[in-house]
């Protein structure tokens, strides 16, 4: 039996890019959700963003049934964001005016009782339960790199620098996991607009205190962008009703 959701996306170009390079897919029937982040300072980020998110979304809605096992949607869901990444490599190099573009990534699935979800960059997942609230993903980012390593750093140099996107090598290896869920969860899926200005503290504040999907987007652009977001900003809420 599958899950009765209710959705929301929300994006906003913030108070200084010319161009929103963001990117989210709400397919509420198939239960796929995708926000993308177009790299900033590369050409063409939204083209990335939109052949990404629309390529997956339209591999997994004809493949992801209920009735296949968790195992077979992790594999599925493996090889989708492997061909979109091939498929933005490819696109880079046949315009001259998209080369060297590329996109973070964070996706989710709802199965009937987990949901499965993946990442590449620097796009986050959070989940929300019960008053507990964790970050699903881990940024796939040089100073998570150099973390790991146990090496120093200056935090402002390596800021926002990623170590994974979609579309800037022929080959990508996404990170995929599964968490089960129940009645009143919610996913929250966003870009760094958002996160590099408000604390993970602070959203789940904003959760608590947002009675809806949407309120909730709305109440997190507003947040993000009184704190002075320099980025586009989006946001993704998905609430288990029942």
Do not use: W
């Not at 239960?31 to 590369?42: N, W």
């Not at 990404?52 to 992790?74: E, W």
């Not at 190099?93 to 060297?100: E, I, Q």
């Amino acid at each position: 039996m599958r899950p009765k959701i209710e959705a929301f996306g929300l994006t906003d170009i913030g108070h200084i890019r010319k161009k929103n390079e963001d990117v989210f897919k709400i397919l509420e029937d198939s239960f796929l959700f995708s926000v993308a982040d177009g790299m900033g300072g590369h050409r063409a980020g939204d083209i990335a963003a939109m052949s990404a998110t629309t390529h997956i979304n339209n591999l997994l809605a004809k493949t992801l049934l209920s009735n296949v096992s968790i195992d077979q949607i992790i594999n599925h869901i493996n090889l989708a964001i492997r061909e979109a990444n091939f498929r933005v490599y490819n696109l880079s190099r046949s315009n001259k005016d998209f080369y060297g573009m590329g996109t973070t990534l964070c996706f989710l699935y709802l199965h009937s009782t987990h949901a499965i979800f993946a990442h590449v960059g620097d796009s986050r997942i959070y989940h929300y339960q019960k008053n507990n609230f964790i970050q699903l993903t881990k940024d796939h980012s040089l100073i998570n790199k150099l973390k790991d390593q146990n090496k120093d750093f200056d935090k402002k140099t390596c800021k926002n620098v990623i170590t994974k996107a979609i579309g800037t090598y022929p080959k990508i290896e996404p990170s995929i996991d599964t968490i089960p869920f129940e009645i009143g969860d919610i996913f929250l899926m966003t870009t760094d607009g958002l996160t590099d200005y408000i604390s993970n503290d602070h959203i789940k504040k904003l959760i608590e205190f947002s009675k809806t999907p949407k309120i909730l987007c709305e109440n997190l652009i507003k947040e993000a962008k009184n704190n002075g977001s320099s980025d586009n900003i989006t946001v993704l809420a998905v609430k288990i009703i029942e």
